[in-house]
């Protein structure tokens, strides 16, 4: 699969902006899917000027069926009939990342961030083929190289661990492409586009002995809403949440604080979500009542995550320890069996994420 040049997502949404403030979703889908095929016809006539027989699909050509929500589309099926028709004449196959087609409505649709990646493991999947995603970095490494040159790459991270890297800021593969790879039991191969070097590998490592730590992985655009008055019933926290979910946003770090009266619950979103959970907010504050919302941006979060925490108390001892000796507040704080998260500001990241992999990952 292809995904469009740099900056040629950012530009269309740009035009589109410059044209309404609030564009039409199917409009906007039908602008964005242009980015992808013109890529993909370049590279097709790039093969052609190489000497090798390749032809270009759009999604909707290449069988890949969506459901019908605009800009955040999701794969129901892939229908690679012509695909496969042009693999059996030796054809180099190219396909239009990012977009789909919905049977319910007709229409062009795009999956939204990660889309690329997993219109690759979804058509690896149906083709029962292997699948390697290209990107500028060679692997994935024990924390950005860009702030900590000592990072390491890993040779093998396991599915469960990547998800909860993607899921936290980790950039190099799309949670919904992991979600969907673990799912369809397709192992990825993570490359660089510029060197031979092999790369990572995600799979199903189940049985190897876990590392305590495996990476620390950040994102530098986090924004906490705190929800003050919120009644203290059953119902008022699934309420705000659903409203939330109904604008396809996932929130993160959730905290819920119960004293004596009104309850106070916050949650943390990344910046591209904001307008739609402060839309999401406002139909709440319909439902609930006279709600008081504390939006709070400039803020991050950093993260570890390691298979090897379930079976070793003291990591987020350590890790509060590590970013209180930096004199780093934290906002909020949320843990799974694999994975610990502080929000913090965002001017204190890089510093976080140097101490943390210092702490975890140089000295063990």
């Known amino acids: 699969t292809i995904s469009a040049m740099g900056h040629t997502t950012d530009t269309l949404l740009e035009l589109s902006r410059q044209v309404s403030p609030d564009p039409n979703p199917r409009e906007l889908d039908m602008l964005l899917s242009t980015g992808e095929r013109i890529s993909c016809a370049l590279v097709a006539m790039a093969v052609h000027d190489l000497g090798h027989e390749a032809v270009s699909f759009t999604g909707s050509q290449a069988g890949i069926l969506t459901d019908p929500v605009h800009t955040k589309a999701k794969i129901r099926e892939i229908t690679p009939v012509r695909v496969l028709e042009a ?33 690759a493991v979804a058509l690896a999947a149906a ?24 990072a390491r790459k890993l040779p093998v991270v ?16 799309m949670l919904r492409a992991v979600e969907l790879a673990r799912r369809q039991g397709v192992p990825i191969h993570a490359r660089s586009t510029f060197s031979d ?13 876990a590392a305590i730590v495996s990476a620390v992985t950040h994102s530098e655009d986090e924004v906490l809403f705190a929800l003050r008055g919120v009644p203290d019933q059953p119902g008022s926290a699934a309420a705000i949440l659903e409203a939330v979910a109904a604008n396809q946003v996932s929130v993160d770090t959730i905290l819920q604080n119960v004293a004596r009266g009104p309850a106070e619950i916050s949650f943390s979103v990344p910046q591209e ?23 709070i941006s400039d803020l991050g979060k950093v993260s570890l995550v390691g298979a090897g925490m379930r079976s070793n108390p003291g990591v987020a001892a350590r ?18 069996p694999i994975k610990i998260t502080c929000l913090v500001a965002r001017a204190n990241v890089e510093r976080a994420v140097r101490a943390l992999h210092e702490t975890f990952l140089e000295r063990s």
């Open 197 to 209: 070097e092999p790369g990572t590998w995600i799979a199903d490592v189940a049985g190897m002995e």
């Open 273 to 295: 979500d904001v307008s739609a959970t402060r839309r999401a907010l406002a139909r709440a504050q319909e439902a609930l009542g006279a709600i008081e919302v504390e939006e």
């Open 319 to 336: 890790m509060f320890r590590t970013l209180a000796d930096e004199d780093i507040n934290l906002r909020l704080v949320s843990t799974s």
């Open 87 to 119: 693999l059996d004449r030796e054809r180099i196959v190219l396909v239009a990342g990012f977009q789909g087609f919905s049977r319910d409505t007709m229409d062009v649709t795009t999956l939204g961030r990660g889309g690329t990646d997993a219109t």
């Open 127 to 150: 083709l029962g083929a292997s699948c390697e995603i290209y990107s500028d970095v060679t692997g994935i490494f024990t924390a950005d190289p860009r702030i900590v040159p000592q």
């Open 158 to 173: 396991s599915y469960e661990e990547m998800l909860e890297m993607a899921a936290s800021g980790a950039k190099v593969l």
